[in-house]
């Protein structure tokens, strides 16, 4: 079967990494897991592998990724891998829990590997030039291209269902699916990494497929409409752009509830709603309105449809007495802005 029968026939590849952190820009990758897997959900290609970092590298507690220093120390190089993990994800749709993070990992690796072979072929270059006999080129790969790249922790919140924990078994349980409790326990703990991670792709892929046979709104996004955020996580271009954006007014504070949402105002929108986060980023910046990822005393207003049991941003919102909006509230209000498309 060629490459392109492939990919028709298996267009799927859910994947699960392990890190040492939860930030792309400082964390490193230590374990990738991946399924490519058919419409139907049939696993056509399994992959896994333990990453070794490179030396000076702050592995992290063992509990957080389940391997040993020395299991990491024995894995391989990340460029080392990277023309398989290109071969995998080229082309096919990618299935993974908490996208910002996940992709912003993979992205990362990338192209720390990608400028590690640039620096080393300068180097080779350079020899020659000395009359030194350089190695050939070396090309680890490129950035992976997949076609399109389906987060199931945001389709949870687009679906409105109660996220009480963001993990995926909590996640996949909440949706319907089959899982066990994501809560750390000593029978977990002696179970081998590979087992650990490879029970989660499993569960992955099964809550994807879960979702489509329900005809649940998926979240997803083109890898060209995202870019890395402060810490490196894969944001839409949309929101990084708008946090970046200059401030066109002066807060004139926070929002009155029944009042008239004002120019400058700083908003801050929670992952409990039911909108496309961009659709509502957009809204507010046509207003002039600002857009901030970070809740402080000078957030006007928190875009939020939890009014109860509030967690995250809108329960330190509640508690900073800062107001909260609903989606289609939030739209209705900044439609009247004057000003706003």
């Given amino acids: 079967m060629s490459e392109q029968q492939n990919h028709d026939t298996a267009p799927y590849v859910a994947l699960t990494l392990q890190t040492t952190g939860i930030h792309p820009s400082t964390g490193r990758v230590v374990a990738i897991d991946a399924l490519v897997f058919t419409e139907e959900g049939t696993i056509t290609e399994r992959f896994h592998a333990v990453l070794n970092p490179g030396p000076h590298t702050n592995l992290g507690p063992v509990h957080y990724h389940g391997l040993s220093h020395e299991e990491i120390e024995?894995?391989?190089r990340f460029g080392g891998l990277l023309k398989k993990l290109d071969k995998l994800l080229d082309g096919r749709t990618l299935i993974a829990h908490d996208a910002p993070l996940t992709w912003g990992f993979m992205v990362s690796e990338a192209r720390r590997a990608m400028n590690a072979a640039a620096r080393a072929n300068r180097s080779r270059a350079k020899g020659r030039q000395r009359g030194n006999n350089g190695r050939r080129r070396h090309r680890v790969?490129?950035?992976?291209?997949?076609?399109?790249?389906?987060d199931t922790l945001a389709s949870a919140y687009r679906n409105g269902i109660d996220v009480r924990d963001t993990r995926l078994a909590a996640v996949a349980t909440a949706m319907?699916?089959?899982?066990?409790?994501?809560?750390?326990?000593?029978?977990?703990?002696?179970r081998s990494?590979?087992?650990?991670?490879?029970?989660?792709?499993?569960l992955l892929m099964e809550l994807f497929l879960h979702?489509?046979?329900?005809?649940?709104?998926?979240?997803?996004?083109?890898?060209?409409d995202l870019k890395p955020d402060p810490f490196g996580l894969q944001r839409s271009v949309v929101r990084v752009e708008a946090a970046q954006a200059p401030r066109r007014h002066e807060n004139p504070g926070p929002y009155r509830p029944g009042h008239t949402l004002l120019p400058g105002m700083e908003v801050v929108v929670s992952?409990?709603?039911?909108?496309?986060?961009?659709?509502?980023?957009s809204a507010l910046?046509?207003?002039?309105?600002?857009?901030?990822?970070?809740?402080?005393?000078?957030?006007?207003?928190?875009?939020?449809?939890r009014t109860t049991d509030l967690r995250g941003k809108a329960m330190h919102a509640h508690r900073k007495g800062i107001p909260l909006l609903s989606d289609t509230a939030f739209m209705e209000a900044v439609g009247r802005v004057t000003g706003a498309a």
Avoid: F, W
């Avoid at 979702?211 to 060209?224: C, I, L, N, Y």
């Avoid at 992952?271 to 980023?281: A, G």
């Fill in 74 to 76: 024995e894995g391989r």
């Fill in 141 to 150: 790969g490129h950035v992976p291209k997949p076609e399109l790249i389906v």
């Fill in 176 to 190: 319907g699916v089959a899982a066990e409790s994501p809560v750390a326990s000593i029978s977990r703990a002696q």
């Fill in 193 to 202: 990494e590979e087992d650990v991670t490879r029970e989660s792709t499993l």
């Fill in 211 to 224: 979702m489509r046979r329900a005809g649940t709104t998926q979240a997803a996004r083109k890898p060209e």
């Fill in 271 to 281: 992952p409990e709603i039911d909108m496309d986060p961009n659709e509502i980023i």
């Fill in 285 to 305: 910046m046509r207003a002039e309105l600002n857009y901030s990822e970070k809740l402080t005393r000078a957030t006007s207003v928190v875009v939020c449809n």
